[in-house]
Nanobody, 114 residues
Framework: QVQLVESGGGLVQPGGSLKLSCTAS????????MRWYRQAPGKQRELVAS???????NYADSVKGRFTISRDNAKNTMYLQMNSLKTEDTAVYRC????????WGQGTQVTVSS
């Protein structure tokens, strides 16, 4: 079973930046698909970004040009660099991996407010 631990969330002003981390309990080279999701109160869960072992990335239209997903297999960690943050980016962000089944982190809160 894959264990995922997120970190890096917090409170930031509009226009600011945060970098989220998701560290897995095993070598992520064996995990083909890794994703970041977010969910704000009263809204459905949204796929923010995904990355596969080839390095191919995909982003939601709402974050293109502002967010960057990456993975460091040596550190068993996936990242989400978030720049030019907007108030509408406020949500709980969760990492996801496919490891023979679906595995989720517990989530980290990102709050964008002035």
């Amino acid at each position: 079973q894959v264990q995922l631990v997120e970190s890096g969330g917090g409170l930031v002003q509009p226009g600011g930046s945060l970098k989220l981390s998701c560290t897995a309990s095993q070598n992520i080279s064996s995990l083909r698909v890794m994703r970041w999701y977010r969910q704000a109160p009263g809204k459905q869960r949204e796929l923010v970004a995904s990355i596969i072992n080839s390095g191919t990335t995909n982003y939601a239209d709402s974050v293109k040009g502002r967010f960057t997903i990456s993975r460091d297999n040596a550190k068993n960690t996936m990242y989400l660099q978030m720049n030019s943050l907007k108030t509408e980016d406020t949500a709980v962000y969760r990492c996801y991996v496919w490891g023979g089944s679906d595995y989720w982190g517990q989530g980290t809160q990102v709050t964008v407010s002035s």
